[in-house]
């Protein structure tokens, strides 16, 4: 199967830059990590990844595709190879994250999948831009923090930055304050749902992500 809700590059960034917010599943537990999904999709969240270093990562994807609502598409993330990017369409997947510049984004360009690709310097994330890239996962954004992305929108202004790994709510704010275009959340917003942990505390985190990210905290630091 193909994506129900399938993306193209304008929509997937007009989706990006509307709801500033990509989940990321990552889990040891298929059933939970699917619950996740589900969990997100109700509470609003629009781009939810499946890292594919979750168990049964491609059938998480699978059954996630076909029961969230027109609302939401599932992407699939750690994707690495022209392989990776070829089944994970086939399970379903309407867009793709890498963690650098692999084969993997080149692949998700010619199969028509909207694709975020990692990239930590300057020269990476032209590189990833020039692969076909359509916003650049800064990754791990943890290194660097939200001083790094400032710094880096002032020879980029228009490079669609999305900071990835270890954004909590405060920074997610700060990151959106400085420009991003969007966060990328996993464990801050997830904890350990996708592990067979608890879903009410993961709808609280949730709909305090989904009120940060629909306010326009742009230029306020």
């Known amino acids: 199967m193909h994506s129900p809700n399938p993306l193209t590059s304008d929509t997937f960034a007009h989706v990006l ?17 699917l619950r996740t999904v589900l969990t997100l999709a ?12 979750t168990t049964d990562a491609l059938g998480v994807v699978r059954r996630a595709a076909s029961e969230v609502g027109p609302g939401t598409v599932v992407g699939a993330g ?40 990692g990239a930590l310097t300057p020269a990476e994330a032209v590189a990833v831009r020039r692969a076909g890239a359509d916003a650049v996962k800064l990754f791990p954004a943890s290194l660097g923090g939200p001083a790094y992305l400032k710094a ?30 969007a966060v990328g959340v996993g464990s801050p917003l997830v904890g350990d749902a996708a592990h067979g942990g608890d879903l009410t505390a993961l709808r609280e985190r949730t709909r305090r992500f989904v009120a940060l990210c629909a306010r326009d905290t742009r230029g306020e630091a």
């Open 17 to 33: 830059r509307r709801t500033r917010l990509a989940a990321i599943v990552r889990g040891s537990d298929a059933d939970a990590a």
């Open 78 to 117: 750690t994707v690495l190879s022209e392989d990776d990017v070829a089944r994970a369409h086939e399970a379903g997947a309407g867009w793709i994250v890498t963690p650098a510049n692999t084969e993997a984004v080149a692949a998700s360009v010619n199969a028509g999948l909207p694709v975020l690709a």
């Open 152 to 181: 880096l929108r002032d020879p980029f202004p228009d490079m669609p930055f999305v900071p990835v790994g270890g954004v909590d709510l405060a920074g997610a704010e700060q990151y959106l304050a400085h420009g991003a275009v």
């Open 42 to 53: 109700e509470e609003g969240v629009a781009l939810v990844e499946v890292s594919l270093n």
